[in-house]
């Protein structure tokens, strides 16, 4: 193994963080760069744009699927080689995707593409659960956040300019070639980071004891699926934002790109506020917080509708995406903290609730797509309201009972 340099040193940790950014973009370069070329892609496979929304809620599905197996494989096995598999997974699909035939062998190979780009971020979130204590563990995750959220800045901005001077097929190359580099640097710099008297059995019973046992932990439980909700508030924007950018407001693929990456600069911005808040709050103060602004950026997005004005909708849905980055953080550190010695199945299942409702989300935004700005709004606000009540509800829960 090439991973052998002390973890513990500044410069190793530094480049660790790097790597698993790097490695959590996979995500949302596979999700974003491509956005811009559903107009070709439906053109190239005589399909609509209802049918290449179809792929990305395939791709979420997958991500949820993916880290079902991922985490008891990764406490059983350890976090390096179930990381190298992933990584050549996702390698091999995306030469799948530039190769498909048909839309449906693309669909398949976009699903397997997500069970490999998935490793990434549930294996970033164990090692980082792994080498820090719960605080470091939050400014570590809204620091990775921060680096990742790179990704969707620069994925649709990219994807839009590759369109100017190549086709579609050209965006897969890139992702072929990212992935290429990403497995170099796995081999280089990620270390195992757990030992092996600390590896689980992977019998079917344990498996299902283990996420049992997480489900009947509030302390994790609660968290986790606040997390998730909130960021389907994130996929129903991706689901939604062609149609409504380039469709109902004729905005072209290259402005696409600015506008996406303007939105996802919140989230570096929200990130980086939770890094420095972090020294003077409590998280679950902070991410009580951030979905209080989550929620009122959701229902202020409602408002402005319908009014069939651009301008309008920036504002409320850079606050909602922006708020995310306060969130996430938080609330994976929260869930993480409470997972104990089941932390690869713990980062599996906030991944799967995470990918979960975003299928479902997307599916919706796509099944109720009527050429206005209203199904990717209603859903952003849903989601927003239910994650804000299920906080709220649990900390009134927690108070009464603290009472009593």
């Given amino acids: ?24 973009a996979f995500a949302p370069f596979a999700t974003d760069m491509y956005l811009p070329a559903f107009a070709q892609l439906a053109a190239h496979f005589g399909s609509s744009h209802g049918g290449m929304e179809s792929t ?14 991922y985490g008891p494989l990764i406490d059983r096995y350890g976090r390096r080689l179930p990381l190298l598999l992933g990584v050549v997974l996702f390698l091999g699909a995306s030469l799948g995707c530039l190769l498909a035939p048909s839309l449906e062998v693309f669909s398949g190979m976009r699903f397997a593409q997500a069970l490999g780009g998935c490793a990434g971020m549930i294996i970033g979130r164990a090692i980082v659960s792994d080498l820090f204590g719960p605080l470091e563990s939050a ?13 969707p800045i620069v994925a649709p901005l990219l994807g839009g300019w590759i369109l100017l001077f190549a086709g579609w097929q050209a965006i897969f190359v890139f992702l072929l070639s990212f992935a290429a580099l990403c497995l170099g ?20 019973l344990a498996v299902g004891r283990g996420y049992l046992a997480l489900c009947r932990t509030p302390a994790f439980l609660i968290p986790a699926v606040v997390g ?6 994130m996929f129903a924007f991706i689901t939604g934002s062609p149609s409504v950018f380039m469709e109902t407001f004729s905005v072209s693929e290259q402005a696409y790109g600015w506008l996406f990456g ?17 020294r003077r709050h409590s998280m679950e103060r902070l991410l009580g917080l951030a979905l209080g602004l989550n929620l009122a950026a959701g229902l202020a997005l409602v408002a402005v509708a319908g009014l069939g004005q651009l301008a309008l909708l920036l504002l409320p849905l850079w606050l909602c995406i922006a708020s995310l980055g306060l969130i996430a953080g938080n609330a994976a550190a929260l869930a993480m903290g409470a997972s104990g010695s089941l932390a ?33 709004s209603v859903a952003m606000a849903g989601a927003g309201l239910l994650a804000t009540g299920l906080w709220f509800m649990a900390l009134r829960c927690r108070l009464c009972r603290a009472r009593s």
């Avoid at 400014?139 to 990704?151: D, E, I, K, N, P």
């Fill in 1 to 24: 193994m090439r991973a052998s340099a002390d973890i513990r040193s500044p410069n190793a940790v530094r480049r660790l963080i790097v790597v698993l950014a790097m490695l959590a």
């Fill in 56 to 69: 990305l809620s395939l791709f979420f599905l997958g991500l949820a699927v993916g880290q079902f197996f």
């Fill in 139 to 151: 400014r570590v995750l809204s620091l990775l956040m921060s680096l990742m959220a790179f990704a």
């Fill in 185 to 204: 640097l796995v081999w280089r710099y990620v270390p195992e980071t757990l030992g092996p008297q600390r590896r689980k059995s992977i019998h079917p």
């Fill in 228 to 233: 998730g909700l909130a960021q389907a508030c």
């Fill in 262 to 278: 303007l939105n996802a600069l919140g989230l570096i911005v929200g990130a980086q506020v939770n890094r420095q808040l972090l």
């Fill in 344 to 376: 690869g199945m713990g980062s599996a299942l906030i991944g799967i609730l995470q990918f979960l409702f975003a299928f479902l989300v997307s599916s919706l935004v796509a099944a109720l797509q009527d050429g206005t700005a209203y199904p990717m």
